[in-house]
């Protein structure tokens, strides 16, 4: 069985690591939608530290939590509501927290905040998205998603599109997909490529994967689709936005044009790069992912609290 001390990226975590994370999760589906009780958690307490908004992050944790019967004080603003406003950094407000609580998500906007808190915390650490580097939850999220909706993740032809160079979600699903056996398309405008340090792990993982601007021809072969927003706030140039908004917009034109059901995914929010017109898709699954957020991140507190039972 998977065994973490924190969570601060998927870079590390192997095939099977995330095949137990995402079983744990299926466990717990009954209890995510308040079905059936089950205070696995009880007496547990989480802190979530966001010094970045969030909508699914933070609330899907704090969801979790409260479904496995344990309990939550939350930093929704730490940037203005905590005394990093003052100037306390990192390591201290780390070290004072983890008196507090039984484990930390932090979302902070520079990347290795996560592993710099983990480094510092003698409570377990759950990156909820560090700058542009990772958003492992997300990606986990993300990989489950494709299990419930495809059945499989392995023999899967999967396109990625949009600023795959700032998005921290994608940087964190391909790393997970790269355990798997899949065709990899990325698609993104010039200047908004995926790292390279992530085509590297592809590179040594052999996953074949193809760089392309060209989103009709790629979305006609796809089975599953995966949108990002532009992360207009990350960019050193407001105009560069200005320039590439619009170019790349998913809609059911251009899914209509192949010969079967895609699956549409996007981590959200969404800000006109995938048009509405896609709701009523049959392959829309982009509002199922927050539940799977909330199944994952039961998942992954049972695991850092170590209170997995058995039976799963
Ligand atoms: C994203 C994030 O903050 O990384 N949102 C999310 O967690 N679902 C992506 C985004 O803001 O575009």
Redesign the pocket.
């Known amino acids: 069985m998977v065994e973490l001390k924190h969570l601060t990226g998927l870079r590390d975590l192997s095939r099977k690591d995330i095949e137990d994370i995402l079983n744990i999760a299926l466990h717990l589906e009954e209890v995510c939608s308040g079905k059936k009780v089950f205070n696995l958690l009880e007496n547990k307490v989480l802190t979530t530290l966001f010094y970045?908004p969030?909508t699914?992050?933070r609330l899907s944790f704090e969801t979790a939590m409260h479904r496995l019967g344990g309990k939550v004080i939350s930093v929704a603003d730490a940037k203005t509501t905590s005394s990093a406003w003052k100037g306390e950094n990192i390591p201290d407000t780390i070290r004072t927290i983890d008196n507090y609580t039984d484990a930390i998500a932090i979302r902070h906007s520079e990347s290795g905040a996560a592993e710099m808190a983990a480094s510092y915390s003698r409570v377990p650490i759950l990156n909820a998205?560090d700058g542009t580097n990772e958003?492992p939850t997300?990606g986990l999220l993300d990989l489950l998603t494709i299990k419930k909706e495809r059945g499989t993740i392995d023999g899967l032809k999967i396109v990625l599109v949009g600023d795959l160079k700032h998005?921290?979600?994608t940087n964190s699903l391909t790393l997970g997909l790269s355990n798997f056996n899949v065709e990899l398309t990325l698609v993104s405008p010039p200047g908004f490529e995926t790292s390279q340090w992530i085509l590297d792990i592809l590179k040594k993982r052999n996953i074949p994967y193809t760089r392309t601007d060209d989103l009709r021809g790629s979305v006609k072969n796809a089975d599953v689709v995966y949108v990002?927003?532009i992360?207009k706030e990350r960019l050193a140039d407001p105009h560069e936005y200005d320039k590439i908004k619009g170019t790349y917009v998913l809609n059911r034109s251009l899914l209509e044009g192949a010969s079967r059901i895609i699956t549409v995914m996007h981590?959200?929010?969404r800000v006109g790069e995938l048009d509405e017109d896609v709701d009523d898709y049959p392959g829309a699954a982009y509002f199922r992912q927050p539940f799977n957020g909330v199944m994952v991140r039961a998942a992954l507190l049972a695991i850092l609290l170590n209170r997995v039972p058995e039976s799963f």
């Open positions: 970045e969030s699914r992050t998205g958003h997300q998005t921290r979600s990002c927003r992360q981590h959200l929010p």
